[in-house]
């Protein structure tokens, strides 16, 4: 059974980032009471026409730089006719003919294998309603009618489950890092689509097309279960429908929705409201001016500062350390220390309070002197850590802190030299394995001095003494 | 009983300005006249707040010509508050939310909306016949047609009602109950006016424009109408002019062009005779009238046919029942919703044009008809450019004959199209065109001059009917 070959591609709409929808001046945010967000154009009235958002055009524009599409710098939109409660006007304002990007990809790896995703066109059009059905009533929201979306088209050069799972995860870094959209899944800011169809030559079987999937981990599983499904009808001589199909995350299969009717019909046309739109250079570069740094160019920027593979891809990971992170970047210091930072103490604060970096006090300077500090172990981690919550939520310096904590004081020599001299007398065996070349006892010991004095000395002054201590 | 409405807006106004008249007066007169004259029902819906609004309109503003004047606005253009409902069943309880663009500068510049004018249902027809409220009556015989679909606006003005209106032209509905009726109409060169709150029929081709008494008055409210519109991406932005500005000027080495299709015999003897006095007239005093062949003229019905139905189609999906506008009820199923509100709600003429406009864009007929309609668009408008690179102006008769006697057309829907065979080349290639009228035949109808102009050139079409108005 296994000598089919299935060949996938993928529709992914995302909600674009914008202040106005596309073709009217209502807000575009997420979450806001049912009904508040709409207004004459929203609701199709009679004698509305489209606005255009041009920061809309903007944001396709920069989907195409990063998803490496040719820009159609002559394009319209068109009008895709269907009547269905959600759409107010009973026509769609999409583009069909002219994408604003054709001809793209993005690059995955899997298993260590890197492999083009090919990307047929991307397109802007507006949502539609969002529905909800009680009983034999259907209630609308036209909050979302007229929210700017980008569809993306893969070609059919998916060919398994974890390279339509790659794909989602790289397109949904991309976008979300060049600020176009949330992807949020599960907030329906990014929805995907999988046509599915397996052959057992070259030419391609009869596909399916399972829709609106939740989550990327369903996707690879609607998938997989839709192979299976159909490997399972034509090893019984049956015969694949061109039908529509959803995925049921509780059952993990695929379910029919409805069998699709020859040739539908949207009776395009090029919408007339809407003038041709000639992209110029200076629009085209003015949109990309404003594309911040991505995931790939980031990853080779951290690289040459000293970060790991692991510190990495901790950063990216979390958008807001990481836009911090890059702006550290302008500032003299040791980024690897700064990052160890950023990933643990820091972290942990912002995750116990909810909150993140930007809403706190940790100023660049102040990181860096906090870096510094620890690099002349005039502090200890363990300071760090007792201090962290002024750090975030005070202006204070590193300096006052440490007044003000009372960490500064013990660079007395004669209470240190008393402490180690306790420390020495205590443990015998750590002395003996120094003196034998065990470099790790002085780690040790150095530990018990900090220990006795509850981290508050000096850490280079206690430790410089030690040596000198056992050197004796 | 006519005191005031019959004098020139000029006449009025300084009688406001001395505090002789009130705005009031004029209403109450535009009030009883139209009483009066219930038997034109030259409207749909009466203003029942004009008069509480013309004894709101506050001191008389004597640099505002139109300051108090009654004014019909057809109504298939969106009143705020009042009844708009495109001669339409489906609308007939519609009460808009909002202003036209055009409603706005009409009440911004004081003008009082005496009431919504009648029309063809959804302005589709040459008669004002398919209005669901009963057809308007042609005053100079009232067995005859107003003309349509502006036919209600052309009513109130020729029938002495209001002494200004607001028409609409997709295909000659403007000019040609001008015509018919023998008052001043202009459709404006597509984009000077706002199109914000018209409800659409076919958006490529639709313009408003003023339907008045007089060549200057004309010219005057359309100073009022143009204008870029920020809700409107299809107006223009033009550097601001006088429309009146060449009234009174002689035409000596004016460079006028007559299509042969124009006096060809599709075209009333009577009516042919008149124009060739009028040609008399103009070479008489100076100007060049020239005969010459045009090419396509006679494709624009068919043309018109496939567009403007293609377009009205979409445009017409948003009546559905679902959010404004009259639903039906016992109904199983959202299909059956659509269905059975679009089937009470529509009357003939439009279901055919959906219809039609429908089977044109579906499949492959979108390429055989619509794009290939398109094409030939491009070249009616490549043979206007072409004539106006050696003329100023084309002029021809706005009809092929007089107005018909009422329900001649109304079972033969192609034999109507022929009553703006003369009108809708020009909206094709979206020219400023417009009808003046030259007197009357033998059985004393109105016979009206059509002139067409360049793009934006309308002060030129304004300085020849001034010309004529003065003799015929």
């Known amino acids: ?472 | 009983m006519s005191k005031y409405l019959d004098l020139s807006i000029k006449e009025i106004h300084e009688l406001l300005v001395k505090k002789e008249i009130t705005p009031l007066d004029l209403v109450d007169e535009a009030l009883s006249i139209i009483e009066e004259n219930k038997d034109l029902n030259a409207f749909i819906t009466i203003n029942d707040k004009v008069r509480e609004e013309a004894e709101n309109l506050g001191e008389v503003d004597s640099d505002n010509l139109f300051f108090g004047i009654p004014i019909a606005v057809k109504d298939n253009i969106v009143t705020k508050d009042l009844r708009t409902t495109c001669a339409s069943h489906i609308l007939d309880n519609f009460i808009p939310i909002y202003d036209a663009t055009v409603v706005k500068k009409i009440k911004d510049n004081k003008m009082l909306i005496i009431g919504k004018a009648n029309m063809d249902e959804f302005a589709m027809g040459s008669t004002s016949e398919t209005s669901y409220f009963g057809a308007p009556i042609n005053p100079h015989d009232k067995k005859r047609v107003s003309g349509g679909s502006s036919g209600g606006s052309a009513v109130s003005v020729a029938g002495g009602l209001v002494p200004l209106a607001l028409g609409t032209d997709t295909g000659g509905s403007i000019r040609q109950p001008s015509s018919y009726t023998g008052i001043v109409g202009m459709k404006p060169t597509y984009g000077r006016i706002s199109r914000y709150g018209l409800v659409a029929f076919a958006s490529s081709l639709d313009q408003i424009g003023p339907m008045t008494r007089t060549v200057y008055e004309n010219a005057s409210l359309l100073n009022l109408l143009v204008g870029e519109d920020e809700f409107d991406l299809t107006s223009v932005n033009r550097e601001k002019e006088d429309f009146t500005r060449l009234i009174g000027k002689d035409i000596k080495g004016m460079k006028i062009a007559l299509p042969k299709y124009f006096i060809s015999d599709i075209v009333d003897k009577e009516v042919r005779d008149r124009i060739k006095e009028v040609i008399n007239y103009l070479q008489e005093n100076g100007a060049v009238v020239d005969i010459i062949d045009m090419r396509y003229l006679d494709t624009a019905v068919n043309l018109y046919q496939i567009i403007a139905m293609a377009e009205a189609s979409s445009n017409l999906a948003r009546f559905d029942g679902v959010r404004y506008g009259n639903r039906a009820s016992d109904v199983n199923n959202i299909d059956e919703m659509y269905a059975k509100t679009r089937g009470e709600g529509f009357g003939n003429e439009v279901k055919r044009r959906i219809m039609i406009g429908s089977y044109i864009l579906s499949g492959e007929n979108a390429k055989v008809y619509y794009d290939k309609a398109l094409m030939v668009r491009d070249d009616i408008t490549k043979e206007f450019n072409r004539i106006f690179k050696d003329y100023d102006l084309i002029i021809g008769p706005t009809t092929t004959r007089v107005a018909p006697i009422l329900g001649v057309t109304k079972d033969d829907p192609h034999k109507a199209f022929m009553d703006d065979v003369l009108v809708i080349p020009v909206n094709m290639a979206g020219l400023p065109a417009m009808s003046v009228p030259v007197g009357k035949n033998s059985e004393n109808l109105p016979i009206g001059l059509h002139i067409i102009g360049k793009a934006f050139d309308e002060a030129t079409i304004y300085r020849l009917a001034s010309y004529i108005e003065e003799v015929f």
């Open chain 1, 1 to 472: 059974m296994s000598n089919y070959i299935p060949t996938i591609g993928l529709e992914v709409h995302v909600e674009i980032k914008s202040k106005s929808k596309l073709f009217s001046s209502s807000a575009n945010s997420y979450g806001m009471a049912t009904n508040t967000s709409v207004n004459v154009i929203d609701l199709g009235y009679p004698g509305t026409l489209p606005t255009l958002n041009k920061e809309i055009i903007r944001q396709g524009i920069r989907a195409c730089k990063v998803l490496n599409c040719k820009i159609n710098r002559k394009m319209h939109f068109d009008r895709k006719n269907y009547f269905y409660p959600d759409n107010p006007k009973n026509y769609q304002i999409t583009q069909n003919r002219t994408p604003i990007g054709t001809d793209g990809y993005v690059e995955i790896e899997v298993d260590g294998i890197k492999k083009k995703i090919g990307i047929s066109d991307i397109h802007i059009e507006e949502d539609t309603c969002k529905s909800a059905h009680r009983g034999n009533v259907s209630l609308l929201d036209f909050n979302r009618a007229g929210v700017p979306l980008i569809e993306i088209v893969t070609t059919p050069s998916i060919s398994n489950d974890k390279e339509a799972m790659a794909y989602l995860t790289k397109l949904k870094e991309l976008l979300f890092y060049a600020n176009i959209s949330d992807c949020k899944m599960e907030e329906g800011s990014m929805r995907c689509d999988a046509n599915v169809s397996i052959s057992k030559n070259e030419n391609l079987g009869t596909r399916t097309e399972t829709k609106n999937i939740s989550s990327i981990r369903n996707v690879g599983l609607a998938i997989q279960k839709e192979i299976e499904r159909q490997e399972k009808v034509l090893e019984n001589n049956g015969k694949i429908n061109e039908e529509t199909r959803r995925f049921d995350d509780k059952l993990e299969e695929t379910l029919l929705m409805r069998v699709k009717e020859t040739g539908n019909d949207y009776r395009y046309f090029i919408e007339p409201d809407i003038p041709y739109l000639i992209l110029t250079d200076e629009f085209i570069d003015d949109a990309l001016k404003t594309l911040p740094l991505l995931p790939d160019e980031l990853r080779e920027k951290y690289s040459k500062v000293g970060l790991s593979s692991l510190q990495i891809e901790k950063l990216i990971n979390n958008r807001s350390l990481n836009d911090y992170f890059l702006g550290l970047l302008d500032y003299e210091t040791n980024y690897v220390t700064a990052v160890n930072l950023l990933l643990s103490d820091i972290s942990s604060y912002l995750n116990k309070h909810n909150k993140v970096i930007t809403d706190t006090h940790l100023s660049y300077e102040k990181l860096v002197s906090v870096v510094k500090a620890l690099e002349d172990k005039e502090i200890s981690n363990k300071n760090v850590k007792d201090l962290i919550d002024s750090l975030m939520e005070n202006d204070l310096t590193l300096k006052e802190l440490k007044k003000e904590f009372k960490i500064e004081n013990i660079t007395d020599d004669s209470f240190i030299k008393e402490v180690i001299t306790k420390v020495i007398e205590n443990n015998p065996d750590s002395v003996n394995d120094y003196k034998s070349g065990h470099d790790r006892a002085l780690k040790y010991l150095m530990g018990q001095v900090m220990k006795e004095t509850k981290g508050a000395v000096n850490p280079k002054l206690a430790s410089d003494m030690l040596e000198n201590e056992l050197n004796k």
